[in-house]
């Protein structure tokens, strides 16, 4: 009888939680699921006179644009690996240095420390690409202003590619481990201190705290910061790219991402389908990403997943 | 123990970044949400009841308000105006305008959403810039032509008939045109006490420019001679194809027609013309003239001019060219910017299209008769016109000798010249000029003596056919033409070829073709040989 009537009894038994869970149920529904709708529009051609349903159905046709120029691996690559690269670089950085701010133990040194790392955070993409364009450009850039004080010859950044691959990422580190830094270093500060004086007792050195209680401790926010950047994978970080490479086609063999390479193509035309198109394949590969990862967590350990 | 407390500080930072997932989607949703919701609830049938009756002047028993939409940010004193404007529409139509802004800021996004979303607008500005053409050839607006005599009368007689007929997308017009005649034509733009100072030759055509370039190049090795920006396909090549080539307007996909015969269409891009012209570019980066990293320059060509840190614009308009020297000024001011226009060197001079500045009614509204009732008063009524153009008298603005004089300055004055980006609906009658507009004036005034008409800019091509194409050859032309033009490779033949080829890879035959079919059948339609 019990068993039978199961969801309608927890529903009762538990009214005022569930009654607590509407509003943001009802939140994510009108806001995330219903707009959802709004897919079909990669799939029929656009058209202000009609309702969505009653459009030309095309099927595949918005997609074309993808693979047309041959550079839908390309892109897809360049994103992932960048992705990759970033969310792996980032965290390895911001754990090291947030277990070294924690060891300071001047609290005034400490804070000052911390705004400094977490400062450029706050630069805006547009600065930082005016930054960047002072220190490499050809004629008057701090570089080659330093090259040719020095008797070298200066050097045309802006045309080698392969040397962008390294100051993307160091620009997107330099930018943005402040920010994980600082959450890394909130679970840090959660880490009982008995840990600590334990293995204190026991002779442990600093080096042998960090690695053995520390970094473990820390595992879980990791692979909750993982997974949600997983998520994004296929988002590249689009400001960064577009601000520090923007109209220079010479650097788009190694810097395209899918994010820029669907800006150029459809700041020209104003085609809905087209762009829901390009939305649609994102979302999907991001989706079948986080799906496969999250399921492989959930093998190895339970606990770590986030579903 | 610890799996628990680790659990716990989990569980703590996915609340804590779902949260901000959360908030941050609903920030961006909430744009787009407001408009649905905030639908105009008394609807009403207006327009059908009124097709029956015959007579002249529209139903004005119910009172709505209009949604209108502008470009651009919304000066400080908007409501103040919206609400002096409101109490004469209200009496006068019955009705209570809404004016709304979307700030420049993907200002390209947002018009495209307010049109394909259904969103409730009554009025919206439209021009070339904002692909116009495009966007009344795929049926975003409605179609005026019926609707004019009704609602508009006034309107309608003062517009005179050839601009009507030049706004016509496929015969039916869809904007309403401004009648205020200006040039958006490009000119040379320079260093006038520089080249004073050196003794240089005042550029009036390529060579004389080039002998300038040359000149600031010796004389001041530390300034960069012109200065082009990431947005080089215009800024040079579009402006050199217009000044030498005699360019009939800025063709797409490397097409070329000159305005003396529009009806022969050729590739510019491959042909003996094209590499002549990027081995011209090449040596000039080569000597020094522009920056070999122009495309990630960060600052605009007119900055570069007022800082003192570009000697020269290859083109600008007239506007741009006074708004530039007027800063310059009150930077330095004892410099001095020079102005010659393309006319000169061409002979002819194009005013600037109807096309350029109008309003149209989107095909969602829902109160389209009252909606152009309200813009024929905004644009005939002086009331509503100064309003709305200048703010409100005594408060924003005086008249003196004439001119318009602003009150206080830039920052305290709420609504300063033009404020409301009322381009479209500018009055030549009503208008009040700053006395430094006058050297403006005086260049519109010189190139009134050689105007011939805008033949291009009417044109509204149809790319659905060949969308995809078009889309992966933008991607081929950012990738591999740019950089040539950019004088940032060495092997120009070589590059070019390889652009040639990856362009036909990606359908350029195609789209040239569909064009100039198009381009004929529009020409023929309008007469034009």
Not at chain 1, 244 to 256: A, F, I, R, W
Not at chain 2, 157 to 180: E, F, H, L, N, R
Not at chain 2, 265 to 286: E, I, N, P, R
């Amino acid at each position: 009888m019990l068993k039978k009537k199961g969801i309608l009894r927890e529903l009762y038994t538990n009214k005022i939680l569930f009654f607590m869970l509407l509003p943001t149920m009802l939140y994510f529904f009108i806001n995330n699921y219903l707009p959802m709708v709004g897919i079909y529009y990669a799939f029929v051609e656009f058209d202000f006179n009609k309702s969505l349903f009653h459009m030309n159905f095309v099927g595949l046709k918005n997609f074309e644009f993808l693979w047309k120029s041959g550079k839908l691996v390309e892109l897809t690559l360049n994103t992932i690996g960048y992705n990759v690269v970033f969310i792996l670089l980032g965290n390895v950085l911001s754990i090291t240095v947030a277990i070294l701010i924690s060891e300071i133990k001047g609290k005034v040194f400490k804070k000052v420390t911390q705004s400094i790392l977490f400062l450029p955070y706050f630069v805006s993409f547009v600065i930082l690409s005016v930054i960047v364009f002072n220190l490499f450009n050809y004629e008057q850039g701090v570089l080659n202003s330093v090259l040719q004080q020095l008797g070298f010859d200066p050097v045309d950044v802006y045309s080698k590619p392969k040397l962008w691959i390294f100051f993307i990422i160091i620009f997107y580190l330099w930018k943005n481990f402040g920010y994980s830094m600082v959450i890394y270093l909130a679970a840090i500060t959660g880490i009982g201190e008995d840990y600590y004086e334990a293995a204190k007792i026991d002779g442990a050195n600093a080096f042998q705290r960090a690695w053995h209680i520390t970094v473990p401790m820390l595992k879980n926010t990791f692979v909750i910061l993982l997974l949600f950047a997983l998520g994004s994978i296929m988002k590249g970080q689009f400001d960064l790219f577009y601000q520090m490479v923007g109209n220079n086609g010479l650097l788009y063999s190694t810097t395209d991402i899918l994010d820029t390479y669907v800006y150029r193509s459809l700041r020209v035309t104003f085609d809905m389908g087209m762009a829901t198109a390009a939305g649609v394949y994102q979302s999907l590969f991001g989706f079948t990403l986080i799906m496969v990862v999250n399921a492989i967590i959930r093998k190895i350990n339970k606990d770590y997943a986030l579903f | 123990m610890v799996s628990k407390k680790s659990k716990a500080v989990g569980l703590l930072l996915t609340t804590a970044m779902t949260m901000s997932l959360v908030s941050a989607c609903g920030s961006s949703n909430d744009t787009s949400t407001a408009g649905n919701t905030s639908t105009d609830t008394k609807t009403n049938n207006e327009t059908a009841s009124n097709e029956g009756t015959e007579t002249t002047g529209i139903d004005t028993s119910k009172k709505v308000e209009l949604q209108f939409y502008m470009l651009g940010n919304a000066p400080k004193d908007l409501s103040k105006v919206e609400a002096e404007i409101n109490k004469m529409a209200l009496e006068d139509l019955n009705a209570t305008v809404k004016f709304n802004y979307t700030t420049w800021t993907d200002w390209d996004q947002k018009y495209k959403l307010l049109l394909s979303t259904g969103q409730n607008v009554d009025l919206i500005f439209t021009a070339d810039w904002t692909q116009y053409q495009q966007y009344a050839k795929k049926g975003a607006f409605l179609a005026l032509d019926d609707l004019l005599p009704k609602a508009a009368p006034t309107l309608q007689a003062y517009v005179p008939q050839d601009m009507w007929d030049a706004v016509k997308i496929d015969g039916k017009i869809y904007t309403v045109p401004s009648t205020y005649k200006e040039y958006v034509t490009n000119g040379f733009v320079w260093r006038e006490d520089l080249r004073k100072k050196y003794d240089l030759p005042t550029p009036v055509d390529m060579k004389t420019f080039e002998a300038y370039l040359e000149g600031i190049k010796q004389n001041e090795p530390k300034l960069q001679p012109v200065s082009f920006g990431p947005d080089i396909l215009n800024s040079l090549v579009g402006t050199y194809l217009d000044v030498q080539r005699k360019n009939v307007g800025a063709l797409p996909y490397g097409l070329y027609a000159s305005y003396d015969k529009p009806s022969e269409m050729t590739s510019y891009w491959g042909s003996a013309d094209q590499l002549a012209d990027l081995k011209l570019f090449k040596s000039w980066v080569d000597k020094g003239y522009f920056s070999k990293n122009e495309l990630n320059e960060t600052e605009s060509m007119q900055d570069k001019i007022a800082n003192g840190t570009a000697a020269a614009i290859l083109g600008d308009n007239p506007t741009r060219y006074n708004a530039t020297a007027s800063k310059m000024k009150s930077l330095h001011p004892d410099w001095e910017l020079g102005y010659t226009p393309f006319g000169v060197t061409n002979g002819y001079a194009t005013p600037v299209h109807p096309i350029h500045n109008g309003f149209a009614i989107p095909n969602s509204s829902k109160h389209a008769d009252r909606a152009l009732a309200f813009y024929e008063k905004l644009v005939t009524d002086k009331r509503y016109n100064l309003l709305t153009e200048y703010g409100i008298e005594g408060v924003n603005y005086t008249v003196e000798d004439g001119y318009y004089k602003m009150l206080g300055d830039a920052n305290t004055n709420g609504f300063a010249r033009e404020a409301m980006n009322g381009w479209a609906w500018r009055n030549p009658e009503f208008m009040l000029f700053e006395p430094s507009y006058d050297g403006v004036k005086a260049i519109f005034d010189e190139l009134d003596k050689i105007q011939k008409p805008d033949i291009f800019t009417g044109f509204a091509e149809d790319y659905t056919e060949y969308q995809s194409e078009r889309a992966a050859l933008e991607q081929v032309v950012k990738q591999y033409l740019q950089p040539i033009v950019a004088g940032q490779v060495d092997d120009l033949e070589g590059q070019l070829q390889k652009f040639m080829d990856k362009a036909n890879q990606a359908g350029l035959q195609k789209i040239q073709e569909a064009y100039k079919k198009q381009w004929l059948a529009y020409l023929s339609e309008k007469g034009i040989q």
